[in-house]
Each structure stands twice: as structure tokens, then as C-alpha cells.
Nanobody, 121 residues
Framework: VQLQASGGGLVQAGGSLRLSCAAS????????MGWFRQAPGKKREFVAG????????HYVDSVKGRFTISRDNAKKTMYLEMDNLKPEDTAVYYC???????????????WGQGTLVTVSS
């Protein structure tokens, strides 16, 4: 199983980025998927999750209204559209696949390698 996250970079506050997570080696359409992030010196936190069908989506309060999670099961790819970025969004963003995605630990499910998002003020 491989989850390849991409799309990170350096952006000014108020800007936008789109992250992608390409999956291989698993039946993508059967898995709930999610994005997590880890800022320097902080614990990894759940950011957004989407059900296997794409119907159910949920977000951490700090990104509601700014981030949008989506998926394309035919392309085996998940996305995170991030708008109105803030310096506090700076972190390494990881994609993951698993059962209870919002509470997934690094010992459960499948994880990508992460992509760095840096938001300058």
C-alpha cells in the first residue's frame, strides 16, 4: 500500500493550496480517508475526513469554512483544497486511510509520507 501526498509549498497568508493524495495497492473506494497535520513541536492532529463514498465529510473546527476535502474514487485520489491560509496552518500534512479516520493513530490504517505546507505572514 502506498499513499503519496503532494502539493505542499510556501504561500502567503490568505493564499490557497491544493493537496493531493494518490493511493495504490488498496481498494481505495472501500476506505475512509483523511488528512492530518503536525506542526513543529506539536502532536499530529486530525484535519479533515471523508467517507469511502464521499458523502460524509467532517473537519476540525479551526479549518471549517476554509478547507474542503474531496475524493475521486476512479482516480484513487483524495484532495484537500485549502483557502484563506493562516500562519497557524503551517505543518506537515499527511494523508491516511482507515476505519475510524478521525481517531486513527499512526499504528492503524495506512499513512502517506507527508507534504510540507508553510504559510508566511
Amino acid at each position: 500500500v502506498q499513499l503519496q501526498a503532494s502539493g505542499g509549498g510556501l504561500v502567503q497568508a490568505g493564499g490557497s493550496l491544493r493537496l493531493s493524495c494518490a493511493a495504490s495497492g488498496l481498494t481505495f473506494s472501500s476506505y475512509n480517508m483523511g488528512w492530518f497535520r503536525q506542526a513543529p513541536g506539536k502532536k499530529r492532529e486530525f484535519v479533515a475526513g471523508i467517507s469511502w463514498s464521499g458523502i460524509t465529510r467532517h473537519y476540525v473546527d479551526s479549518v471549517k469554512g476554509r478547507f474542503t476535502i474531496s475524493r475521486d474514487n476512479a482516480k484513487k485520489t483524495m484532495y484537500l483544497e485549502m483557502d484563506n491560509l493562516k500562519p497557524e496552518d503551517t505543518a506537515v500534512y499527511y494523508c491516511a486511510a482507515g476505519e475510524n479516520i478521525a481517531v486513527l493513530t499512526t499504528k492503524q490504517g495506512f499513512w502517506g509520507q507527508g507534504t510540507l505546507v508553510t504559510v508566511s505572514s
